[in-house]
């Protein structure tokens, strides 16, 4: 996920983002779910209270000093999700290329006839589309 910011939020999407991080501040805090959903009833109640701001101004204000309160009370060792960016499975699957299955035994191979009978008949129209696009290989 790129950090660049590309399209213009609203403001209403500019609130919805920072409760989030303020609950996911609050579970790396809070690893008792007691506790965590008791803090975050408090966090909800403090949103509540300044839902009905119409003055934009003003509602910017609440925002950035928001803001600014998470980044003071940050977690210094944030939860993170293992499939996601900075977790511990993070790009651990690794996806085998294509070329592995013509190194199969025939054995395996007999296990799935109509898959691999379907690869080679596809194999066979890319070569035959790369010979009419680029030319036979000199060798």
Known sequence: MSYLQTEILSHSRKVCSFYKRALRNLESWYDRRP?????????????????????????????????????????????????????VAFERSVAAPDWVLDYWHPMEKAAYPDYFARREQRKKEYIEWWEKTYGKPSS
């Open 35 to 87: 506790a965590y959903r008791y803090r975050a009833t408090l966090l909800r109640a403090e949103f509540d209270k300044n839902k009905d701001v119409k003055d934009l101004r003003i509602a910017q204000q609440l925002l950035e000093k928001g803001e600014q309160e998470l980044f003071e009370k940050q977690h210094y060792q944030p939860k993170k999700f293992p499939l996601s960016p900075g977790g």
